[in-house]
């Protein structure tokens, strides 16, 4: 079982920036591949980023492609997102994921296949 609890989140102004974290907890980090999902209202959950158990191959959507970057801390079993360059477009509850599945960093993650889920935190870009 992992349980991932997330921080960050909250009101920013276009342009700002934001870094969210998820910690994990209840198996073997480094053994997890990492992703991070957002949903907008009215909108289907979304891929934004991933990274591999080593958190050397790295995965973006085209719509944070350079503003966003993943990262991942497996000593302190924890994976961030930081988002520089945010827009209102931005503007979504975000989530973390992981799934047990080893990924190759070349394509996005389905939020289908992904094995534990974090809590949302929600993210407001104001224009």
């Known amino acids: 079982r992992c349980s991932c609890r997330r921080s960050g989140g909250g009101l920013v102004q276009a342009g700002g920036s934001l870094r969210l974290s998820c910690a994990a907890s209840?198996?073997?980090?480094?053994?997890?591949?990492i992703g991070w999902f957002r949903q907008a209202p009215g909108k289907e959950r979304e891929f934004v980023a991933a990274?591999?158990?080593?958190?050397?191959?790295?995965y973006y959507a085209d719509s944070v492609q350079g503003r966003f970057t993943i990262s991942r801390d497996n000593a302190r079993n924890t994976v961030y997102l930081q988002m520089n360059s945010l827009k209102p477009e931005d503007t979504a509850v975000y989530y973390c994921?992981?799934?047990?599945?080893?990924?190759?960093?070349?394509?996005?993650?389905?939020?289908?296949?992904?094995?534990?889920w974090g809590e949302g935190t929600l993210v407001t870009v104001s224009s």
């Open positions: 990274a591999n158990k080593s958190g050397v191959r790295r």
């Open positions: 994921a992981a799934r047990i599945l080893a990924y190759s960093g070349s394509h996005p993650l389905s939020a289908h296949g992904m094995d534990y």
């Open positions: 209840g198996r073997t980090f480094s053994s997890l591949v």
